[in-house]
């Protein structure tokens, strides 16, 4: 994230406040006529070029920190194309999302079972007869902390593309983030008044409250509101920040001049809490009022059972298990005893004093987006009828948003003491669900969690969340009776509860390959699918392939390289032995790296993956090089020379770009030249067309030539993601029948196969090919 230049400041001010639409940047409160009440701000990232979407990791992700105390965030949204032809009228999908990435869905595809998705907050943008669009994105009280964007192109064709053969049009988009935030804003003090005058209906008024931990509700009261001293008045107020896709704010409408209050059930703890209030009066007169707010707190327990926290911590850590290479998070253990450092209910001696059980957690960090959680005495914990058993779990760093949040439940049926009972299971993030046995409602003030539910018939349940949001998550547990609670009266089960952060849900299974994702320092994972599967997590099989057909596309890339036997032979015949040498290299690393290539369950692979497809494409490129030098016909102390050295520097450009098109063109068309100024000069000194058989041009060159250029036209022009392992096999068999064809014959001195009687030569006398001149006296 970059803020403007320091000298471009004052423009980015102006401009701002224009944008804004605001008359003034200055407070009117009696502590000054000079004294400032908001504060610009401006914030850049890089443009980014955008692709066409068949994957996460198709998406451009851009991350945005909005400040504290901002009331107003507009998003400037620029997007461009090129000038040339090949640029038509494209649209670009954008999603907005609060706290993680967003989770988008454009293929329609399937997530995994127990996956609970809701859907990002999207727009379009189109760019059609002009070059460059941009589109604005006005978001009220938005809540601080991280704001995502994603961008993206629609869905990709399926066509593979050869590097630098065409020019692919470019689609920029850059965000920009406006923010206007507060300075000094009004705190609002518990149980004590404060009396707040708005002069006008177009200035509204913003207050803070902060909400302590362990706050069970909050009531809110506005009370002797007026207009100029005399009449009732009309005003709303609003509790909360806008957070997308989804917003839970709460509205107060308030007229003339009762009381009138709003109850928040489970507020965000350890946070503050926005409050705006709005004059709905049109005159424009200024008006009175009073707002008080209360807390009701749930007292976690007694706080003597302290030590049998840290005995228990003490414990786990002396085990074997977190000594084989296991180091738990110092600091999430920390975390977690500030909140959850108040034992067992095993260990209460008076489960009436208060209102929720505590688990206290272990957070332990594995790897990038790689988090384990133990339970403290666990895994399994004791859930009660009475008060909620409760578990924190800290993904507060901000690196953990991009990953996926998992959590199991499994029921002891033994520990079940009433098998009609069932335990309802609340995951929520900010505050903890304390209700359940009462609302049998998973959400808090300003979250819809997520439930979850086991009982005697069903023992097992399991909640998938990717991306999750960045804040405390609390999982709050409670034993539930079909006939009521005094069914339940000190009834209790057990339940193992295991939950953990990882990069990709079942690393993307058997048909998907997990990718760590970078946005300047942000780390996020996705799933990479193949073989027809897709899915957020590949786990969508209805354009899948079957294991017939991956066989089948196994066979036909492997096996069509066998025909490069004819031209090994046809080389071996006339006595290329280099050349036939470099055939059987290409065909041996084609069969195997194309073995190794596979998307699916057939696979085989002989050495590293990159090691095999470097040495493919070397075999390919070399092949067609020796190929075309050998019909050029030059000496041959010239020819191994011309071998060797554009080997090396094939080796060399191919480490640089395997996948450049001139990686292959550029040695083809020097070889070309070298064979056209060969061939003139061959027909220059013999006066006759080179070469000067015409059954070598209509058995022979005619042929190979047409073969290799239907070869070129199906590779670059024909092969898709869908017809890949049949084009590419054609592509196969064309070339190295060209081969065959375009080997020119041997000398006329050599015998066939005359390298295999050089083998056995050794001492004897070979026979001169020269005849010997004897003189007759």
Request: proline share 6%.
């Amino acid at each position: 994230m970059v803020r403007a230049a320091a000298p471009a400041l004052g423009l980015l001010l102006l401009r701002l406040l224009q944008l804004l639409s605001l008359p003034a940047a200055r407070s009117s409160r009696p502590g000054g006529p000079g004294d400032l009440l908001y504060i610009s701000e401006y914030f850049s990232q890089s443009a980014q070029k955008l692709s066409f979407y068949s994957w996460y990791g198709n998406a451009k992700l851009f991350r945005f920190q909005v400040p504290e105390d901002t009331v107003l965030l507009r998003f400037l949204l620029q997007a461009s194309k090129g000038k040339g032809p090949e640029c038509t009228s494209m649209e670009i999908t954008i999603y907005f999302r609060y706290g993680a990435p967003p989770v988008i869905n454009p293929l329609g595809t399937r997530f995994p079972s127990n996956a609970t998705v809701r859907p990002s907050y999207n727009l379009t943008m189109t760019l059609s007869i002009t070059l460059q669009n941009s589109i604005f994105v006005n978001i009220t009280n938005p809540a601080a902390g991280d704001w995502f964007i994603a961008a993206h192109l629609p869905q990709a064709a399926g066509k593979i593309e050869v590097k630098g053969f065409s020019i692919p049009c470019a689609y920029i988009f850059q965000p920009d983030m406006f923010v206007l935030r507060l300075v000094d804003v009004p705190v609002l003090q518990p149980d004590i008044p404060l009396q707040q005058t708005i002069a006008s209906p177009a200035r509204p008024l913003h207050v803070k409250i902060f909400i302590p931990e362990y706050t069970a509700t909050m009531q809110f009261t506005l009370r002797s509101c007026v207009v100029n001293s005399t009449k009732a008045c009309a005003i709303r107020v609003m509790l909360g920040s806008i957070m997308l896709p989804q917003s839970f704010q709460k509205t107060l409408s308030c007229k003339g001049t009762a009381d009138c209050s709003l109850v928040l059930h489970s507020p965000p703890w350890e946070k503050w809490l926005q409050i705006m209030a709005e004059n709905l009066d049109t005159a424009n007169a200024s008006i009175s009022f009073e707002m008080i707010a209360s807390f009701t707190a749930c007292k976690p327990g007694s706080t003597n059972l302290f030590l049998n926290f840290y005995n228990s911590l003490n414990q786990s850590q002396s085990t074997p298990a977190l000594g084989r290479g296991r180091n738990a998070s110092t600091l999430g253990m920390l975390g977690n005893t500030t909140l959850l450092a108040v034992g067992a209910a095993n260990n209460a001696s008076n489960p009436g004093t208060f209102c929720v059980q505590n688990q206290p957690v272990i957070r332990e960090d594995l790897d990038v987006a790689s988090v384990r959680f133990r339970v403290i005495n666990g895994p399994s914990i004791p859930v009660h009828s009475e008060f909620p058993t409760l578990l924190l779990f800290n993904l507060n760093t901000g690196m953990d948003s991009g990953g996926t949040l998992v959590v199991n439940l499994l029921l002891n049926e033994t520990s079940l003491s009433i098998g009609n009972a069932s335990v309802f299971a609340c995951m929520s993030a900010a505050s903890p669900v304390l209700t359940l046995n009462t609302t049998h409602n998973c959400s808090t003030a300003f979250f819809q969690g997520y439930p979850l539910n086991v009982t005697g018939s069903s023992t097992e349940a399991t909640l998938i969340i990717p991306y999750p949001e960045t804040d405390n998550w609390f999982l709050s547990l409670q034993l539930i009776c079909p006939r009521g609670q005094g069914e339940c009266n000190k009834a209790k089960a057990k339940v193992t509860v295991s939950t953990y952060l990882t990069p990709c849900f079942d690393d993307c299974g058997t048909y998907g390959q997990c990718s760590l994702l970078r946005r300047h320092g942000y780390l996020y994972a996705g799933c990479s699918c193949k073989a027809g599967w897709g899915g957020w997590s590949c786990t969508d099989n209805t354009k899948a392939q079957s294991v017939g057909s991956q066989n089948l596309a196994t066979l036909l890339l492997t096996l069509s390289n066998l025909m490069f036997l004819p031209a090994i032979a046809v080389a071996l015949y006339r006595y290329y032995l280099v050349e036939a040498s470099v055939y059987t290299y290409t065909m041996f690393f084609s069969t195997f790296y194309h073995a190794c290539d596979q998307p699916g369950v057939a696979v085989m692979c002989i050495m590293d993956y990159d090691t095999l497809q470097y040495c493919d494409f070397l075999g390919s490129v070399v092949a067609i090089w020796v190929t075309i030098l050998c019909m050029a016909r030059v000496k041959k102390i010239l020819k191994y020379v011309l071998f060797v050295l554009g080997t090396l520097l094939i080796a060399m450009s191919l480490q640089l770009d395997r996948r450049g098109i001139w990686n292959m063109m550029g040695p083809c068309l020097f070889a070309l030249i070298i064979m056209i100024m060969a061939w003139v000069y061959h027909g220059v000194k013999r006066r006759h067309c080179y070469p000067t058989s015409w059954k070598r041009w209509v058995f022979y060159l005619i042929p190979g030539i047409t073969l290799a250029f239907v070869a070129i036209s199906v590779y670059a022009f024909m092969e898709t993601s869908d017809n890949y392992y049949y084009t590419h096999s054609i592509w196969h068999i064309l070339v190295a029948s060209s081969v065959a064809f375009l080997l020119p014959p041997r000398d006329k001195h050599k015998n066939p196969w005359a390298w295999s009687q050089k083998l056995i030569c050794r001492y004897q006398i070979c026979k001169n090919d020269r005849e010997e001149l004897y003189a007759v006296t």
